[in-house]
């Protein structure tokens, strides 16, 4: 069965710092998507970025970024110049990419708060 | 606008009593699941389906009912409830074919049993 952890339940940043959220995964899968979703205090679940496994290249949305280490089963996610509204919980997932199984396993989440 | 709806999204049952938690989305999405958030668990997986008239247990499936009878709505259905399911409930539908690997998910209901 596929695992996702996120050892630290909680950081700080400050405003305009980079932050990163760590992530590590066990799958005997090689093909599956990983993600990072944002959770505010609305509730609502907001996907921020996604890797498939098979690209070797670290996918970036704006300020936020990924280090996917295939080998490693690790992907943390970097917030440049984090600003206020970045404050929320993050969770990492894991999507094995076809098949009846292709179920969407979450990490524990880490609840970040930024710092004015 | 489609999306996910989920209905309701507060609700307080007594312990013992029975509810529904709605889920319709209108995507034409193959895959439907149900999440529950606790605190420092995260979201696990009650109940899953794949398609009409196909569901499949998840993590944590003990005291809940799904059903799948059409494409669009996938029911939860709390038979007797527990405090021990006072919790954040999540719907989330995705296709099943990974190519497009989006998950949607509802606003989430909060159930608290009294």
């Known amino acids: 069965a596929q695992t996702v952890t996120q050892s630290q339940p909680e950081m700080s940043v400050q405003e305009a710092e980079t932050v990163t959220l760590s992530c590590t995964y066990d799958t005997s899968e090689s093909d599956y998507y990983l993600f990072w979703y944002k959770q505010p205090p609305s509730r609502q679940m907001i996907l921020v970025i996604r890797?498939?496994?098979?690209?070797?290249q670290n996918a970036t949305e704006n300020r936020f970024s990924v280090n996917f280490q295939k080998a490693a089963k690790s992907f943390s996610l970097k917030i440049s110049d984090s600003q206020l509204g970045d404050a929320a919980m993050y969770f990492c997932?894991?999507?094995?990419?076809?098949?009846?199984?292709?179920?969407?396993?979450f990490g524990k989440g880490i609840t970040l708060s930024v710092r004015p | 606008n489609a999306g996910v709806t989920q209905t309701p999204k507060f609700q307080v049952l007594k312990t013992g009593q029975s509810m529904t938690l709605q889920c319709a989305q209108d995507?034409?999405?193959?895959?439907m699941s149900w999440y529950r958030q606790d605190p420092g668990m995260g979201l696990r997986l009650i109940h899953y389906?794949?398609?009409?008239?196909?569901?499949d247990q998840g993590e944590v499936p003990n005291g809940y009912n799904v059903s799948r009878s059409t494409t669009e709505d996938f029911p939860l259905r709390l038979l007797s409830a527990a405090p021990s399911q006072t919790s954040v409930y999540f719907c989330a539908s995705s296709y099943w074919d990974s190519s497009d690997y989006g998950y949607t998910f509802g606003s989430g209901t909060r159930l608290t049993v009294v």
């Open positions: 997932a894991y999507r094995r990419r076809t098949g009846a199984n292709s179920k969407l396993t």
């Open positions: 890797q498939e496994a098979y690209k070797q």
């Open positions: 389906s794949v398609g009409a008239g196909i569901t």
């Open positions: 995507m034409n999405h193959e895959y």
